[in-house]
Every structure is written in structure tokens, then in C-alpha cells.
T-cell receptor, first 114, second 113 residues
Framework: SQQGEEDPQALSIQEGENATMNCSYK?????LQWYRQNSGRGLVHLIL?????REKHSGRLRVTLDTSKKSSSLLITASRAADTASYFC??????????????FGQGTTLQVKP | KAGVTQTPRYLIKTRGQQVTLSCSPI?????VSWYQQTPGQGLQFLFE???????NKGNFPGRFSGRQFSNSRSEMNVSTLELGDSALYLC????????????FGSGTRLTVV
């Protein structure tokens, strides 16, 4: 079963615009992670936010976490064609009692048009 | 630093056969997890090994098994293959302690015919 629901399922924007993806989850967490996947290849870890953090930045990425609403959002600013990929949120993993186990949402497919 | 290496990249097998997939984690990483990705079910956790011990297991039938060697390399085996086992199998490694992200391999694309 999947922990998270991601919204929207698909997003198409022009280069230079911002992209926002949302993730909701069901159980208490110790951290939430975001991953990117290009065209059926392996996942790339983007950012991890701990349950006691509300916001985190990494380059053009900004992640927020609202534990009271059990939701997170990923914002990609000034998007580029190279950002075209599927984005997944994941919960669980080490420190949450589910050692080594990540539970993924179904993902958001982002297309950035040049 | 070399990444997570999965072999083979592509595999075609016949129903009823068995298959073994291999994963070499990042040097120093002691945790290796396996995931199955399909269009219908998404990314699903298979199992995780830490220091040669299975630490967690997902909800998959006993046909799916794995092991980890003393050098942290891991293998997963699927016996009596079914058409529904066609998927991208991903392995991920991690230090094994603390809150860190996982490094994934490029995956093995298994097709069962």
C-alpha cells in the first residue's frame, strides 16, 4: 500500500515558470523525502526534511512540511527543460521504526517545455 | 565515489524460470533495500538488508527472496516467474543509521514472457 498521495498527477509548464507538487501522507513520520526519476531510470534523492522542520531549501528547490495536515510540498523555481521527470515523495526509512523501508507516493510527472 | 551498481540492466525470462539480480552499494553503505516499480502498483518495498541480516520485509510472496554478503553486495532472487513480475527492480543503499537519503541504482528491467 502507498503512504502518500501526490497532486497533481501530471503538470506541464513553460521553462522559467515555477512548479509546485504536493504530497499527503497517512501516518506519523520522522522525515519525508523527495526523489526525482528520469524516464524509468533510478531515483535521485533531492531533499530530506525532518518532522521538526517546516521548510528547507536546496538550490532551486524549496520543500515545506506541515505535520498537522500530514502534507508536504515541493517547489521548483525557474524550471528548466532538464527538470522534466517524475517526482516522488517518500516517508518511512530509518529513524521511523520502519528500518530501511520507504513508502512512496504515486508521483507527479512534470513536463517543462522549452 | 562509485554509485550503486545494478546488474544486469535488462533481462528477459520465460514464465516459470528463476532470476537473480545483483546490487553493489556505495562503498561504506551497509544497508541495501530493494523495490519493485510497475505502472499499476508504483514503487513497492521488497526487503532491506543491513549487515547481512534482513531487517525489514514488504508484502511480497515467498518467491521473492534476497541476501546480503559480507561486502554489503546484495542479490535478490525471484523463483517461478510470473508475467506480473515484469517490472523495474531498483536497489538503494544507505549508511544504515540516521536520517539520510537513499542512493538508488539505475535498476534492472525484467520482462517475463
Amino acid at each position: 500500500s502507498q503512504q502518500g498521495e501526490e497532486d497533481p498527477q501530471a503538470l506541464s509548464i513553460q521553462e522559467g515558470e515555477n512548479a509546485t507538487m504536493n504530497c499527503s501522507y497517512k501516518t506519523s513520520i520522522n522525515n519525508l523525502q523527495w526523489y526525482r526519476q528520469n524516464s524509468g531510470r533510478g531515483l535521485v534523492h533531492l531533499i530530506l526534511i525532518r518532522s521538526n522542520e517546516r521548510e528547507k531549501h536546496s538550490g532551486r528547490l524549496r520543500v515545506t512540511l506541515d505535520t498537522s495536515k500530514k502534507s508536504s510540498s515541493l517547489l521548483i523555481t525557474a524550471s528548466r527543460a532538464a527538470d522534466t521527470a517524475s517526482y516522488f515523495c517518500a516517508t518511512g526509512g530509518l529513524g521511523s521504526g520502519n528500518t530501511g523501508k520507504l513508502i512512496f507516493g504515486q508521483g507527479t510527472t512534470l513536463q517543462v517545455k522549452p | 565515489k562509485a554509485g550503486v551498481t545494478q546488474t544486469p540492466r535488462y533481462l528477459i525470462k520465460t514464465r516459470g524460470q528463476q532470476v537473480t539480480l545483483s546490487c553493489s552499494p556505495i562503498s561504506g553503505h551497509r544497508s541495501v533495500s530493494w523495490y519493485q516499480q510497475t505502472p499499476g502498483q508504483g514503487l513497492q518495498f521488497l526487503f532491506e538488508y543491513f549487515s547481512e541480516t534482513q531487517r525489514n520485509k514488504g508484502n511480497f510472496p515467498g518467491r521473492f527472496s534476497g541476501r546480503q554478503f559480507s561486502n554489503s553486495r546484495s542479490e535478490m532472487n525471484v523463483s517461478t516467474l510470473e508475467l506480473g513480475d515484469s517490472a523495474l527492480y531498483l536497489c538503494a543503499s544507505n549508511q544504515g543509521q540516521g536520517d539520510y537519503g537513499y542512493t538508488f541504482g539505475s535498476g534492472t528491467r525484467l520482462t517475463v514472457v
